[in-house]
Antibody, heavy 118, light 110 residues
Framework: EVQLVESGGGLVKPGGSLRLSCVAS????????MIWVRQAPGKGLEWISS????????HYTDSVRGRFTISRDNAKNSLFLQLTSLRVEDTAVYYC?????????????WGQGTTVTV | ELELTQSPGTVSLSPGERAVLSCRAS???????LDWYQQRPGQAPRLLIY???SRATGIPDRFSGGGSGRDFTLTISRIAPEDVGVYYC???????????FGPGTKVHIK
């Protein structure tokens, strides 16, 4: 079964840090770009970061650049998001999703989300 | 910077009725990278339509997408109770990479 499973969320004080993980299974992880999307309580979806299948290409939305760091370990089928200098407005459910760069077909697999409360 | 607006904000329909949800971009966008997602209450988003018109795997054929340029639509031909949720349009960009979501349309069933 194709699956993404996030973990690492929790309750943290402003200024604190967390490391989120997203473990992939059922597909060749290294073939896909990966993104993080968050959803604040009662709000819509917001893309925050992406990493290409070739790790050279990393991008962030302005509100998290310099505070969040995305990384991946293809050998462990894992995606990470290091959150630092957390703010109350970072409170959200954080989702990971995959993107096929070679043949775009949407964000076709999502994790169940992990909740960060600041 | 690309912005997506969606209308209506909320729609309430009876089972079996047709729903047409709209998404308008602030500039012309590539249809190949325009998607629609469904988010049921308490669940993660689910891909419905990619490339403006292609149904994702396992999506019933009562969901269809259309449009080009700045204006896109998601049509649910015969709405069912399980269609309750929020529907988001989304555009992927690649120079530089960005992923823009619309604010969503909430669908209620009467």
């Amino acid at each position: 079964e194709v699956q993404l499973v996030e973990s690492g969320g929790g309750l943290v004080k402003p200024g604190g840090s967390l490391r989120l993980s997203c473990v992939a299974s059922g597909f060749k992880f290294s073939d896909y770009a990966m993104i993080w999307v968050r959803q604040a309580p009662g709000k819509g979806l917001e893309w925050i970061s992406s990493v290409s299948s070739v790790v050279s290409y990393i991008h962030y939305t302005d509100s998290v650049r310099g505070r969040f760091t995305i990384s991946r370990d293809n050998a462990k089928n894992s995606l990470f998001l290091q959150l630092t200098s957390l703010r109350v407005e970072d409170t959200a459910v954080y989702y990971c999703a995959r993107v096929d760069e070679a043949f775009y077909s949407g964000l076709d697999v999502w994790g169940q989300g992990t909740t960060v409360t600041v | 910077e690309l912005e997506l607006t969606q209308s209506p904000g909320t729609v309430s329909l009876s089972p079996g009725e047709r729903a047409v949800l709209s998404c308008r971009a602030s500039q012309n966008v590539l249809s190949d990278y325009l998607d629609w997602y469904q988010q049921r209450p308490g669940q993660a988003p689910r891909l419905l339509i990619y490339g403006a018109t292609s149904r994702a795997t396992g999506i019933p054929d009562r969901f269809s997408g259309g449009g080009s340029g700045r204006d896109f639509t998601l049509t649910i031909s015969r709405i069912a109770p399980e269609d309750v949720g929020v529907y988001y349009c989304h555009q992927s960009g690649y120079s530089p990479p960005s992923f823009t979501f619309g604010p969503g349309t909430k669908v209620h069933i009467k």
